[in-house]
């Protein structure tokens, strides 16, 4: 095996090592990296954007300091999801509109990654505006599963899953509302989280307490993963919804070994059909629980009105962040995102009372629930990988669905009720192709969550999978 192709195999706990006792530089992993991507990227389109020059000039940077302050992550190169804005670098949000946009500030989740140690190397592909769980735009094209390239890698941050999928990342920034950190990690098969509300800090942008979205960490396994949020997690004051550090470190508490007493498993959250094999895998790797003498019991918190709250909150989020690019620039803005923005335009005071006053109620019910469960355990898709041509999963069991985003149900639930949740590789189907299983724990409980998971993640034995040379059929 080549330096290279070492490197590109290592976890980046232990890059981050190697970083710190000098073994390798941070110049050295952007010379790997940008070999890596130019050996495989142009057959899954990750990363359409590079920035080398500036990463290699904040890398030279941070190696005059001494190894001892050059922050968590010391010197490791990440990509940054490009619906985020990243200082001097082209910053599309996969949108026609923005397609020449240059932003002059970063975003605050990147000056701190930066101010920790993190090295920005290139932007990661988004679908327009991350709207829709399949990522395709009109200014780069579409990400291909590295799995199978005629399969979608998800969405919206499908860049950055398959980036960490074929080594062209240790690990990546990412986004979620309706399951964006969490689907296409379970297509591609690495490890996605949504965090608790607050928990990593991000610039306030249309509405001061939006928080449907959040900003969070994907990685090949759970202790990068780990590593990762501990990097971007923290106060900040721009951000009043941001929480402060916890005492203890989130990649302690994956390396913990505390397993849950209780876990709950379901298939479908009672709310959406699923796929019948990706509902066997799924529940046979919740089964493996029991092993480390976790009671698995078949359960789930009351999620009824999820459909309709979160399609109402959704639209009203796309009407207050696009409503102006409705007006002046309709024509550049793909069918869905139109739709979505007419959706939320269209709302009355009472339906968004009607909305709040559920997510109220939902949250309220799975909080109850966590009382008897440690965590709850579901499929993190309804669906294996589905091809690359489709814009969306339109049917699912023999359900069809009403629109483009009622196939994500069993995330965006989980969304709503405000936990952190995790997508853990779990399985193969016949065809070859990843399964994710969704791990949700109650709000604020990251650190029980990162537990937990990494006690299946050993069980499970699938770890270190990834990363793989992309395939055109799954072998």
């Keep these: 095996m080549s330096s290279d192709q070492a490197l590109i195999r ?7 090592d190697r970083l710190n006792s000098g073994e390798v530089t941070p110049l050295d992993l952007l010379d790997a990296l940008e070999n890596r991507i130019a050996e495989v990227d142009s057959k899954t389109n990750a990363l359409p954007t590079l920035c080398f020059d500036r990463a290699r000039a904040n890398a030279k940077a941070l190696m005059a300091k001494p190894a001892g302050e050059r922050g968590l992550l010391a010197g490791l190169p990440i ?3 490009d619906l985020t804005s990243v200082a001097g670098v082209r910053t599309t949000q996969g949108s026609p509109i923005f397609k020449d946009s240059v932003p002059a500030r970063s975003d605050i989740v990147v000056e701190l990654l930066e101010r920790t140690g993190g090295i920005v190397y290139a932007k990661s592909n988004t679908p327009e505006f991350g709207a829709g769980a399949h990522t395709f735009n009109e200014v780069f094209g579409a990400t291909r599963n590295p799995w199978d390239t005629s399969r979608s890698a998800s969405g919206s941050s499908g860049g950055a899953a398959v980036a960490l999928a074929t080594g062209t990342a240790w690990l990546a920034h990412g986004t979620d509302m309706g399951g964006s950190l969490r689907n296409p990690a379970s297509f591609c098969g690495i490890v996605g989280m949504r965090p608790s509300i607050g928990r990593v800090p991000h610039s306030p942008a249309f509405k001061i307490d939006r928080n449907l979205t959040v900003h969070g960490p994907m990685a090949r396994n759970v202790e990068d993963l780990a590593l990762f949020l501990d990097a971007m997690s923290g106060e900040h004051p721009a951000d009043p919804l941001s929480l402060p550090r916890l005492p203890t470190s989130f990649r302690s508490a994956a390396r913990s070994g505390e397993k849950p007493k209780r876990v709950a498993y379901s298939p479908d959250l009672g709310i ?3 796929d019948p094999e990706v509902a066997a895998i799924t529940r046979r790797a919740a089964a493996r629980f029991t092993e480390a003498g976790v009671i698995v ?7 009824r009105e999820a459909h309709e709250c979160f399609h109402v909150l959704r639209a009203f989020d796309f009407a207050i962040t696009k409503a102006a690019l409705l007006r002046n ?3 550049q803005l793909k069918p869905e995102v139109i739709w979505n923005i007419e959706e939320g335009l269209k709302l009355s005071v009472e339906q968004l009372a009607r909305a709040e ?6 949250a309220a019910r799975t909080l109850a629930f966590f009382e008897n469960y440690d965590l709850l355990l579901t499929p993190a898709t309804i669906v294996p990988p589905f091809p690359i041509e489709h814009r969306y999963v339109s049917e699912c069991a023999g359900k069809k669905f009403d629109n483009y985003v009622e196939w994500l149900g069993i995330v965006y639930a989980i969304t709503l009720v ?3 949740a995790l997508s853990l590789p779990c399985g193969f189907t016949a065809s070859g192709l990843p399964v994710g299983l969704q791990m949700v724990a109650a709000p604020r409980g990251d650190a029980a969550l990162l537990a937990g998971a990494r006690v299946l ?3 499970l034995g699938v770890r270190g999978t990834t990363p793989i040379d992309p395939r055109t059929a799954p072998q």
């Design 10 to 16: 290592s976890t980046a706990c232990a890059i981050v």
């Design 79 to 81: 990509p940054i999801k």
């Design 272 to 274: 959406t059909p699923v």
């Design 297 to 303: 019991e078949e359960a789930h918190p009351d999620l």
């Design 329 to 331: 620039k309709r024509e």
């Design 357 to 362: 006053a559920q997510r109220v109620a939902l």
């Design 418 to 420: 405000c936990c952190p």
């Design 457 to 459: 993640e050993d069980i």
